[in-house]
């Protein structure tokens, strides 16, 4: 069983940056891609960012390329995604997941943080 634990979310003014953090509890945490999710009220939940389990390969979603970055540290079991640029359609509670040995771009990812809040103001 994988933990995830995600921080780093608050309430910024458009244009402002932030950077979460998502610490996993596996021991093999290298050999898990990770992803970030995010869901707005009122609507479903979609996909930003995945990341492979190398590290080697990153995929974006249209909405954010450009203005967020997802990187890992492997040493500390933490990915982060470094969000710049922000708007306000970019509230959302945001969640890691981790799926073991993926390279897709989209893979069914088995576990799941708890979310974090990101709030932008305009």
């Known amino acids: 069983q994988v933990q995830l634990v995600e921080s780093g979310g608050g309430l910024v003014q458009a244009g402002d940056s932030l950077r979460l953090s998502c610490a996993a509890s596996?021991?093999?945490?290298?050999?898990?891609?990770m992803g970030w999710f995010r869901q707005a009220p009122g609507k479903e939940r979609e996909f930003v960012v995945t990341i492979t389990w190398s590290g080697g390969n990153t995929y974006y979603a249209d909405s954010v390329k450009g203005r967020f970055t997802i990187s890992r540290d492997n040493a500390k079991n933490t990915v982060y995604l470094q969000m710049n640029s922000l708007k306000p359609e970019d509230t959302a509670v945001y969640y890691c997941?981790?799926?073991?040995?993926?390279?897709?771009?989209?893979?069914?990812?088995?576990?799941w943080g708890q979310g974090t809040q990101v709030t932008v103001s305009s």
């Open positions: 997941a981790a799926v073991y040995g993926s390279i897709s771009p989209h893979p069914k990812y088995d576990y």
């Open positions: 596996a021991p093999t945490f290298s050999s898990y891609a």
